[in-house]
């Protein structure tokens, strides 16, 4: 009897079950394999009961997850791990198919409401898609009506006290001038009862912080110095302005950023509201005659 002898691509087949039949005892496969089925094409990173997952798709979802979530998966598996959850993923769609899950109507009404939703908001990105930008002058009148949230360009924090008559308050400033500490000598001798137990701490510097005759002298103050007794209609006050901490400078920028964008986000709705009445003036609406049951309901205030 004449032996034929297998032909190279019986050989090279032989050779690639035998590879990844070896590959499933050493390190595990991701398909089962029954007999001896060929490798899936290249681009292709698994295959569940039939249907691919490939690497294009893999990588797509790895990037649209968040960078806290890619973090932890590469702490607890890498890309390994987020190929056995797409995979279990795809099982329970399988399961869920099966059982008809996704003919239920419920489903199918709530799969139409996202669809809208997501393509009104590409109609929203495409009505306000021109780039807004802010002049100074319009951030600096928004920032204008925002005043009493905001430091001023002389960021310092003040503190004063109160005395009754003149040699009083001469003889606490120089107490303080060689080296006597205002907050004690504020809450020892002060008259101004809302600051006085805080050692004449009025908090950072703003508008109308302190009265005018007041202020005057504060701007011409160098931080960490006390200022001469100044006259007012209450008695004699003493004044010192010191650097404000970096926490409190850090945190006037983060309100003003955030200012900033509420800004930019009213002038994208001003910029969406004239989009609108534009459709709706090139549009034809007729309320039918069904809509007096709403018409009538105007709601309470």
Sequence with gaps: ??????????????????????????????LSFTGCTPPPEEGVFALVNGRQITQSEFEARWEKISDATRSRYEKEGGKRRFLDELITRELLMQEARKQGIDQNDTVRDQTQ???????LDELLKSLVKTKIDLSDEELDAF????????????????????????PAAKDVEAHINRGGDFAKFARRYSLDIKTKLKGGDLG??????????????????????VSA?????????LVMVTALDTEIIQADSAIRERLRQELLNEKRRKQFDDALIDIRAKATIRLADASRYVAADIGTR
């Design 143 to 166: 920032y204008a009506k925002h005043a009493h949230e905001l430091l001023t360009a002389f960021k310092v924090r003040v503190s004063q006290m109160l005395l009754p008559g003149l």
């Design 113 to 119: 409401r996202y669809r809208e939703q997501l393509i």
């Design 204 to 225: 950072p510097y703003h508008k109308n912080l302190v009265i005018p005759e007041v202020d005057a002298v504060l701007q011409t103050l160098k931080p960490g110095t």
């Design 1 to 30: 009897m004449t032996m034929t002898r297998p032909s190279n691509a019986s050989r090279n087949f032989g050779t690639l079950c035998s590879l990844a039949m070896l590959s499933c005892v050493i390190g595990g496969s991701l």
């Design 229 to 237: 007794p100044i006259k007012t209609a209450a008695g004699y006050y």
